[in-house]
Nanobody, 114 residues
């Protein structure tokens, strides 16, 4: 079982930046990690992924604005979010895929005001 704890969410004005962190109990167990987000009434959306080898993917709406990274020495994954827009408002969840099982954090709320 991999425990994940997100932090770094908050309220920010449009155009601002936030950095989300995801502390993992054992990041080396994670073959891949990712960030999802969810707003009320909508399905969870995959925002970005990163493999153990460092390969990354992004949903089109955040390309050029968000950067996913992981620091294995700190057991932590990050999501740097720049040029934030009101439509980025959501609860953000981090995930770890280990042995084909997906582990989820509890989520951190991001609110972008216009």
């Amino acid at each position: 079982q991999v425990q994940l704890v997100e932090s770094g969410g908050g309220l920010v004005q449009a155009g601002g930046s936030l950095r989300l962190s995801c502390a993992a109990s054992s990041i080396f167990s994670c073959d891949a990690m990712g960030w999802y987000r969810q707003t009320p009434g909508k399905q969870r959306e995959l925002v970005a992924t990163i493999t153990s080898g460092g390969s990354t993917t992004y949903v089109d709406s955040v390309k050029g604005r968000f950067t996913i990274s992981r620091d294995n020495a700190k057991n932590t994954m990050y999501l740097q979010m720049n040029s934030l827009k009101p439509e980025d408002t959501a609860v953000y969840y981090c995930t770890c895929t280990a042995m084909a099982r997906v582990h989820w954090g509890q989520g951190t709320r991001v609110t972008v005001s216009s």
